[in-house]
């Protein structure tokens, strides 16, 4: 018998009103997301309304499908039923990055210590999400692994308390930081590879109530031929960069371009190559802590 439930879920800024026929998926929210789930007979202001649900009945004789949609609308064509909860990833961020514009949004992981965000942008592939992770379980506060959200007036980083997502040989390297429970069971071939996504721990969250200031930008390049390697970047460059890897700077327009330039102006940003965790953990640390000083100084 085929049970639709509904889920409120609280990520950061947003509840998500998240309906799915989908048993799967019923487990997969209420093990991954079970820090985020709203009481539903209590009443919430939902911000976006979206549904996972199994394709035509048809569908579920032959190869059966996952429909994501959006307020009735499908914006991807259907998925393989087995990765419906990677689609509920995908279609969320989607939403985030199409509707949620009152944030300048980045294409990069956020992680903090104590009050020190740091924005971790590169392109899908790079190696983000993995030491996204690799930082959490070293004790960084995760605000997400996919989107920066900065509101542009007091241009501070709020999270999202979402699942890591995790690609291919990143998935084994990581079960050495985190216990096996905490990953979802392997999604295979989908268009990204191999996924698997990482439970996040409730006390190492940063969510809609605790926004923090940035105040590093890593761009970062995963090369297996290269211990670490750092160097500051020109500010000129980092805008580029940052522009480039934004989701809605032309859609904010000159609104985008003065968050991106103050982005810039206000926080150190660096590059790092890098095939060792704990070196470029190091690093990004030695960055914060003589961002720090340099502030302690001009104070003085």
Not at 134 to 154: F, K
Not at 184 to 190: E, Q
């Amino acid at each position: 018998m085929t049970i639709i439930k509904e889920y409120h879920v609280a990520v950061g800024p947003f509840i998500f009103s998240v309906h799915s026929d989908i048993s799967a998926l019923h487990y997969y929210l209420e093990k991954h997301y079970k820090h985020c789930l709203l009481d539903i007979t209590e009443e919430h202001f939902v911000d976006y309304y979206i549904e996972v649900m199994q394709g035509r009945w048809y569908r579920r004789l032959y190869k059966p499908q996952a429909i994501f949609k959006f307020n009735y609308y499908a914006p991807f064509k259907p998925l393989p039923l087995n990765q419906a909860h990677a689609l509920l990833e995908w279609g969320m961020n989607w939403v985030i990055a199409s509707q949620a514009h009152q944030y300048f949004i980045l294409h990069a992981a956020t992680v903090a210590k104590g009050d020190q965000g740091v924005i971790i942008s590169a392109p899908s592939g790079s190696g983000k999400s993995t030491l996204c992770a690799y930082l959490v379980s070293q004790g960084w506060t995760l605000l997400s692994d996919e989107l920066a959200l900065i509101d542009p007036d007091s241009m501070q980083l709020y999270g999202l308390e979402r699942p890591i997502s995790l690609k291919n040989q990143s998935i084994e390297l990581l079960k050495d930081y985190f216990s096996h429970e905490k990953f979802s069971k392997v999604i295979k071939d989908t268009q990204k590879g191999n996924i698997s996504l990482l439970e996040p721990v409730p006390n190492n969250v940063i969510g809609s109530n605790t926004p923090i200031k940035p105040s590093h930008i890593v761009f970062i390049k995963y090369n297996p031929n290269e211990n670490c390697y750092s160097e500051s970047v020109e500010p000129a460059l980092a805008l580029t960069e940052i522009i480039r890897n934004s989701f809605n700077f032309n859609v904010l327009d000159k609104a985008g371009f003065a968050c991106a330039r103050k982005l810039v102006a206000l926080t150190p940003v660096s590059y790092i190559e890098y095939n060792n965790f704990q070196l470029c953990e190091r690093e990004i640390l030695e960055v914060i802590n003589s961002a720090k000083e340099d502030k302690l100084a001009y104070a003085n």
